[in-house]
């Protein structure tokens, strides 16, 4: 009976030595996967945070073209004006001098 005994404890431990190989090789697989899904996510990020990048690049730089064609156009205008103003001052100063001239 007693040898009975020393088999069932002994098939116990080896089961028990099997369980905690078993733990823990899957515990290191978890471990594996974790980092792997973790390298994953940090990709993902990555790839995100460039495209979020590219799009706030391009809308700034949309902005600022449509800031410079605003500027660029009141520029004509104002040029434009001012143009109109020395015409209409040429053409007086050109009347002045005829009419100094003429005197």
Known sequence: MAIEQIKIIKEAE???EQIRKKSSAEAKQMIVD???KAAQLLEQA???GEEEYKKIL?????DAQHNY???I???K???SHRTAI???NLDNAVSIIIGKVVK
């Open 58 to 62: 391009q809308e700034a730089q949309k």
């Open 73 to 75: 156009e009141k520029a």
């Open 34 to 36: 974790a980092e792997k």
């Open 77 to 79: 205008q104002d040029i």
């Open 14 to 16: 080896e089961q028990a």
């Open 69 to 71: 064609d605003d500027i």
């Open 86 to 88: 020395a015409e209409q």
């Open 46 to 48: 990555q790839r995100q």
